[in-house]
């Protein structure tokens, strides 16, 4: 039937009268806005409202204009009677109109108004909701009243907890029940109300409750979706977590300090082996927590060291989108006075001495941790660490590079990678209880996927679990071997060919997985280890050592805060359409992003926060193919950042082009970039090319030629 026109089964009367109701409702509409303009608020101004809504219950303006006639009458009416009677009506009115359309957002929004008035019968409101879910038990408005309702008249959770069930118990599949149920356990939970004294014994429950609904139908997915909201309260950590510093814990930098630029050279030990890296700004200290937090200051951080002057450091969120972040950065910059060479200091960094750093969900840093690192300050040098790039451009791909021979007895296998051990002892019982509900739970899944072996929600549940089970058993965030990653991969796989319509979350969820297992050992990181001997260096102190994740078919990038220490990043050839958390590479000096899916120059934006970077491929991508940008609501455009001026904007730039410009000078303004490549993007133009080189007066290679700025 598709790509057939429609034949009107209607005659020529039926017609007619569809004319008639139309031009009767526009003479409604008509007259409603002429009393709406001129503020008159009759009696019979009001009855036409009412008959309008009843016919259209859309038109939000009604619903206002109704709003501003109760206004004047509570302002003007000393007899609260009749201000009763007037409210009654505005309730009988929002039946109506509910009648005619049980989800209209305005007829709801309009009853929570007037019963928050505090003039109405609650009683009433339970009986009529009864009523509205008796018709349709799903209708998610009616709960979302429901809870209004019950909120005002501070109704009991229990018996509200006891309503959910009776409704659960009639339809399993009732997701807005479900929904609703999820809603009164927190609070409950959160507020040890309802006769809930442990949380454990109530969860248990209700995993034996959902069960029933999953075995029932697996194919249905609100068991599944109250399922994922079970187990996100089963592993829920009481706040965040700092999860890696740089640099980490237990190490030391040999650091050799050029007095006349105030630059540093310094070496550390990397998983590659000794690395080095130039600071000219100060060495970083970058700090990774488990979820985004603000509050991290001078005040809740205190780092101690006689390399210290006197001033506190300055730290800031490396995060475009405001004052939170997973990461926060802070300059360490060594004195240009009092200090020896050839000996060692220690710099010690107390985290969370006071209350202060508190995630976005509102959970205080609750774990006091202390770090301990040194600085092994050597003789003075004038020596200069190169990476200008002046002779030959960087080659990004060809013979040059070679497997990384690493020297096992120098850098064992179980090379210390800073890992921050998380103390469980505190709460044993409970986690004995999370290890044996996910024990449980994951035998539920399987015995399903006997009965079902293609049920997509079984296959994704238990994918969680397992994930779950391995972070739980870890000891801390690196140690111990994800016991069940294989499996976990092979289920996606699975959901990828049996579900294709969710291909990639799908997608996404392997990307984070693989990388997991790539970075979570210094074993499994080996094969990924690359050296380039080759010229055109960033430094010149040793042989360039490269991360290589190329052509690993990635959609999404995780676990960064294992990979801090990584200066040389090679992750082309995937399918990349975001790099966001990116910016948490400090030491970050060379990336490849070529032969991905980034679809604009802002989709590049965390990289302005990594001020180490020098080098950089973004060639064959998708910049420039789309004309709207929807990453703007994500990072930095020109209608949310106050650091861009007009001013900065090319005043020659066509009207045309204005976009793009946009997105060039807010993205790599304040880069110091030594070489950029852009091939092979539709944005490739000699504008783009003329305005990059505007923007980046430190370039000195675009695409691999030598640009010369006095042409």
């Not at 001078?298 to 210290?308: D, E, M, N, P, Y």
């Not at 055109?536 to 994740?549: D, I, Y």
């Amino acid at each position: 039937m598709h790509g057939r026109p429609r034949k009107s089964s209607r005659d020529g009367g039926s017609q007619e009268k569809d004319m008639a109701k139309a031009a009767g409702l526009q003479s409604l509409q008509t007259q409603f806005f002429k009393n709406h303009q001129e503020k008159i608020y009759t009696k019979e101004a009001l009855q036409l409202n009412a008959k309008l809504l009843e016919i259209n219950p859309e038109i939000y303006t009604a619903w206002n204009y109704r709003k501003l006639a109760i206004k004047q009458l509570l302002e003007s009416e000393p007899d609260s009677a009749v201000i009763k009677q007037s409210l009654d009506e505005e309730l009988r009115v929002v039946e109506r109109a509910l009648k005619r359309n049980y989800k209209s957002y305005g007829a709801w929004h309009h009853r929570k108004w007037v019963i928050a008035l505090g003039y109405s019968s609650l009683d009433h409101e339970f009986q009529l909701l009864d009523q509205f879910l008796k018709a349709d038990s799903r209708n998610f408005h009616g709960w979302n009243y429901r809870r209004f309702v019950a909120e005002v008249k501070k109704s009991c959770d229990e018996d509200e907890l006891k309503f959910t069930t009776k409704k659960i118990n009639e339809n399993f599949s009732n997701y807005s029940a479900w929904h609703n149920r999820s809603a009164l356990l927190s609070h409950m939970l959160k507020n040890k109300s309802g006769g809930i004294s442990a949380k454990e014994q109530e969860l248990t429950e209700e995993y034996e409750l959902v069960r029933q609904a999953l075995f029932t139908d697996s194919e249905d997915q609100s068991g599944w979706f109250y399922h994922l909201w079970l187990l996100g309260q089963t592993i829920a950590p009481n706040g965040p977590k700092l999860e890696m510093s740089w640099p980490c814990n237990g190490s030391q930098l040999i650091i050799d300090f050029n007095e006349q630029s105030h630059a540093y050279v310094s070496a550390f030990d990397t998983p590659f082996g000794t690395d080095h890296c130039m600071f000219s700004e100060g060495i970083p200290l970058v700090l990774h927590f488990s979820e985004p937090v603000k509050g991290v200051n001078a005040s809740t951080v205190r780092v101690k060291s006689l390399l210290l002057e006197s001033e506190s450091l300055v730290w800031r969120p490396l995060s475009p989108h405001g004052l939170q972040a997973k990461t926060w950065v802070a300059m360490l910059k060594l004195p240009s006075t009092n200090f020896r060479a050839g000996k060692i200091y220690t710099i010690q960094i107390r985290v969370a001495d006071t209350f202060g750093i508190i995630s976005s969900n509102g959970y205080n840093f609750a774990c006091p941790t202390v770090l301990n690192f040194s600085l092994d300050v050597h003789t003075i040098t004038t020596r200069s660490p190169g990476g200008n790039f002046e002779t030959v451009a960087l080659a990004w791909e060809g013979e040059s590079f070679s497997p990384l021979d690493i020297d096992e007895n120098k850098f064992p296998i179980e090379l210390h990678l800073g890992s921050l051990s998380i103390d469980r002892s505190e709460n044993q019982e409970n986690t004995e209880w999370q290890q044996e509900t996910l024990d449980r739970e994951i035998k539920v899944c399987r015995e399903l996927l006997e009965i079902e072996m293609d049920c997509k929600w079984a296959k994704l549940t238990l994918a969680r679990l397992l994930i779950a089970q391995d972070m739980l058993s870890s000891g801390s965030i690196l140690q111990s071997k994800r016991m069940h990653t294989d499996e976990v991969l092979q289920l996606f796989n699975d959901l990828i060919e049996i579900d294709p319509s969710h291909a990639e979350y799908y997608k996404d969820q392997f990307s984070l997985i693989l990388l997991d297992k790539v970075s979570r050992r210094k074993q499994s990181l080996q094969e990924y280890c690359w050296e380039s001997k080759g010229t055109g260096s960033l430094s010149n102190v040793g042989p360039n050592k490269w991360l290589r994740l190329h052509g690993l078919s990635l959609s999404g990038i995780g676990s960064l805060e294992q990979l801090l220490w990584v200066q040389r990043l090679d992750i082309s050839h995937n399918r990349l359409q975001s790099i966001d958390g990116l910016e948490a590479l400090q030491l970050l000096g060379c990336l490849n992003l070529s032969h991905n899916l980034l679809a604009n120059f802002t989709s590049l934006g965390p990289l302005r926060l990594i001020k180490t970077l020098k080098a950089l491929n973004i060639a064959h991508n998708k910049i420039g193919a789309h004309s709207v940008d929807s990453t703007r609501y994500s990072f930095p455009s020109a209608l949310n950042n106050s650091s861009i001026s007009n001013a900065d904007i090319d005043r020659d730039t066509d009207q045309e082009n204005l976009g793009s410009s946009w997105e060039i000078t807010i993205t790599f303004k304040g880069l110091h970039l030594s070489q950029l490549d852009i091939a092979g993007n539709p944005a490739n133009d000699e504008n783009c090319r003329r305005l990059l080189m505007k923007t980046l007066p430190s370039l000195k290679w675009l695409d691999g030629t030598s640009i010369n700025r006095c042409s």
